[in-house]
């Protein structure tokens, strides 16, 4: 490991703008990237700020941890899929789940009635080609400009990174389940 000195002077910012609501993207093969998202919602909330998480891939009934902290926060999520697709028994029924979730999360996006709005495991149903690209891009570009969204999920799509105002990349160095270890409650799930 080499020593660094720490920095003296605030790295340089652009000319400032008027703060208005990003896009902000976690994608990538590493582990962390819906982790990440819920630490935002909690800021947001813990700012008296309105959230609203949906998880495209999460049954309903789900009852993970974060379901359950969220919960005790007062911090909606809902589930809005059928599990993961090698589960699944009816894929284009998967698919079905994911369009009707993504109408409820638009008219959530649009309405402005949020503040945050967290897309968790977005690109599945986009990647797998259940959504429409164009027209979820469309929404995210015309939301209200007060209006914050994170998508979460691996290989986000081009078109989506192109308007986002924050992108970050979770790369995997390793993980445990490589090694075998099964999903840990309270980590994973």
Known sequence: ???QNPPTEAPQQR???ERR???IVNTGDGKGKSTAAFGLAL???GRGKPVKIYQFMKVPSARFGEHRAFEQLGVPIEGLGDGFSWKSKDLEHSAELARQGWARAAEAIRS???FLVVLDE???PLIYG???LQEVVDTLRNRPSEVHVVITGRDCPQEIIDIADTVSEVRKIKHAYEAGIPAQRGIED
Do not use: K
Request: proline letters at 5%; a negative charge.
């Open 130 to 132: 259940w959504l429409p």
């Open 43 to 45: 800021r947001a909330h």
């Open 112 to 114: 402005g009635d949020h």
């Open 15 to 17: 000319e400032r703008v």
């Open 122 to 124: 977005m690109t599945y």
């Open 21 to 23: 609501g990003l896009l």
């Open 1 to 3: 490991m080499d020593i």
